[in-house]
């Protein structure tokens, strides 16, 4: 008995109360049977080494990143239903690079590096809907939508182009969950592969049957690792979202951490509905209840509003799944509290985070934006179960913020959680370049801070590779 005990208090996973349980317990306690694979916990002490600082603010690992992952992984594009139809077209930029990615046939995409063959323009500046070819803005060369030069003028004059060698220069391009994947890497690993068994944890969850409620996309003033590490851990609720604290359990939250082969990924479990114990006015749902309203609203004949004289998990859980029966015609008898209320998020390496669960159904993607590590995009969908009968509502269009736009005129109660988080980021970012703490790095919690730790661990792997 002794020996269990100093084992696990050589490694404490969460720290639990009788008011505010980890989520380990309360999974327990849970009034339906919780998926098995939720429960399973993997999470290896992976100690407690500094995060040294020139990860974040070098120009040189920054090019290092560019060259060994962005030029190598595979990415988030868009949703499938962002080019839902022939020619629909999307620009996804990365670092210094540019691709383009067509639906060039009903259920056919096509991914290409975004250059005009002739003399190098970006060929097409913005994403958009129904192009029948691709034409350069400069001396007007025209690929069709499957790549192949079509026309230029004065051909008479190009005795050395043919249409078979101008093709535009494809990359990989895939789909997981309803998103379109590329990889610059023709070489490079399957999708498959990438996604690898955190595929079975998506297995009864399919992520392709729901559609886009909103697609916003921020440029934010900070590394695109500093941005991300924001949104692997719940440690910063207690001071970045107070208001969050009377039925959010922050330290209850359950962190595990996979490799399988080439896949690399991660989980953090947040209890909801219940009061952290850092909360200091009780259990009011306020905060959270919100943002599950911003969800209902989607049916204005649908009650929308947790009633406030409901508390304890089980019947927030049950009016939950009621309201969401009402809204989607879905049956959501079976889903375990944990399923209805907590906040699920996976990260897929190395900057991909989809959301398992209705507590919160979010996903995530973050990247360099420009030849610098100083500034990122972070894209987050708000992806809502399609109706089990008629078509899903068509994509909107991505809304896109600048680095002092805020999100919450935009969405809401969900916006305010962001532009709390995104008032940290362009602030750490400044104090990482003039760091004055231990010269050996940053300091991570053991736990809490283990999936940031994690991934840095992956990362450094891939930048040493040839
Ligand atoms: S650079 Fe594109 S047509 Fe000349
Ligand atoms: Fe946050």
Known sequence: MGNVQEKFNEFQRGLGTD??????????????????????ENAPNLGTAKIPVDRYTSYDFHRQEVEKIWKRTWQVVCREDEIA????????NVADMSFLVVRSA??????????????????????GCGAESFRCGYHAWTWDIKGKLAWFPGAWDFPDVDAEKYSLREVQVGTW????????????????????????????????????????QKKINANWKVTMEAFLESYHVVQTHPQALSSVAEHGTQYDIWDDGEAHYSRTITPTGIPSKHAKNGTALGAIADVWALLNALRADVANTLPSDIHDRATISEWRRKTMKEMTGADYSKLSDAEMLDSVQYFLFPNFC?????????SYQFRPDADSPDTCLFDIWMLI???????????????????????????????????????????????????????????MARYQESRIRHYHQILMKKLSQP
């Open 354 to 362: 989809p959301w398992y669960g209705e507590g919160l159904p979010l």
């Open 85 to 92: 139809n022939v020619g629909d077209h999307f620009v996804y």
């Open 106 to 127: 009903a259920n056919e995409f096509k991914a290409f590096w975004n250059v005009c063959l002739h003399r190098g323009r970006r060929l097409v500046d913005e994403s």
């Open 19 to 40: 008011i505010s349980p980890t989520w380990r317990d309360l999974a327990k306690a849970d009034s339906k049977p919780v998926p098995g694979f939720l429960t399973q």
């Open 385 to 443: 179960r399609s109706p089990d009968s008629g078509a899903a509502p068509p994509a909107p269009k991505t809304i896109k913020l600048g680095p002092d736009d805020r999100f919450e005129p935009h969405i809401g109660a969900m916006g305010k959680i962001f532009d709390q988080d995104d008032e940290n980021m362009p602030f750490v970012q400044i104090g990482l370049k003039t760091w004055p703490g231990d010269p050996e790095g940053l300091t």
């Open 177 to 216: 969950g309803g998103f379109v994947f590329i990889n610059p890497d023709m070489n490079g690993i399957s999708l498959a592969e990438h996604v690898g068994s955190m595929d079975k944890h998506f297995q009864n969850w399919p992520l392709d049957k729901r559609f886009s409620l909103w697609h916003i």
